[in-house]
């Protein structure tokens, strides 16, 4: 054996380094659901920055130095508070906010959401059967971007009181609102549960057409 790692310590170094690199530095993540829709579909990889807000040792949650603030809008990556699973949202409410949600609604601060009607999509949601996307865009104090609802399913989040966020926790939803586990679900995400912010699409491949090339989503900045 140590005859091997001595032939073979470039290669093992190289492992070492990129090993970090994707678990301090930045990382990539591919996208398994429709949780993000429209602005993230599966087979979607997004770059993602871990720099963005912590420098962490790698492989752990310790944060050794705070180097950005997360913006209300931010699509960001991070580990679920219940049971530990990647997820990628929005962040929606910062630390201090009091934020509810009336019928779809998102009042913030006291200043209730704008939206403007897009345009429709199919969905096809497992057992359900194909359903018709309502496309909007939501517009609130700081940022504007795209979401979907699904007025067809029963029983979806659609509102709840208000809440105020804690120190260092943030409130996030998924963009296609009727058919994401979030925040609504799983409550606060504390700031050393940030992963990093996703920046825009590497590549991406229709899962659903033998992995077709997206070729116009390739490089596409997240917004």
Same mark, same amino acid.
Not at 22 to 29: G, H, K, L, M, S
Not at 76 to 91: A, E, M, N, Q
Not at 143 to 153: A, K, M
């Given at each position: 054996m140590s005859t091997w790692m001595r032939a073979n310590k470039g290669f093992l170094m190289f492992l070492l380094l990129f090993g970090v690199f #994707? /678990?301090? !530095?930045?990382?990539?993540? &591919?996208? &398994?659901s429709a949780s993000m829709r429209p602005n993230l579909l599966e087979g979607d990889v997004v770059f993602v920055n871990r720099l963005a807000f912590n420098l962490k040792v790698p492989l752990t949650d310790i944060v050794l130095q705070r180097l950005g603030e997360p913006q209300r809008g931010d699509i !960001? /990556?991070?580990?679920? &508070?219940?049971?530990? /699973? #990647?997820?990628?949202? #929005?962040?929606i409410a910062l630390p201090g906010d009091t934020i509810e949600m009336r019928n779809e609604q998102l009042v913030i601060n006291g200043q209730p959401a704008q939206y403007t009607a897009l345009d429709t999509a199919p969905e096809t949601i497992a057992h359900v059967g194909q359903l018709t996307a309502q496309r909007i865009s939501e517009r609130n104090q700081t940022? +504007?971007? #795209? @979401? +979907? !609802?699904? &007025? +067809? @399913?029963a029983g979806a989040a659609r509102s709840f009181a208000p809440v105020t966020v804690p120190a260092d926790h943030f409130l996030m939803l998924g963009d296609n609102r009727d058919n994401s586990a979030d925040s609504r679900y799983f409550g606060f995400v504390p700031r050393e549960l940030l992963i990093g912010k996703a920046e825009r699409i590497l590549v991406s491949a229709n899962i659903q057409e033998h992995w077709q090339p997206r070729l116009q989503r390739f490089g596409m900045k997240l917004e």
């Open positions: #994707r /678990t301090a !530095v930045a990382d990539w993540n &591919p996208i &398994p !960001v /990556t991070f580990s679920s &508070p219940k049971d530990g /699973t #990647r997820l990628i949202k #929005r962040i940022e +504007q971007h #795209r @979401i +979907q !609802v699904l &007025p +067809q @399913i």
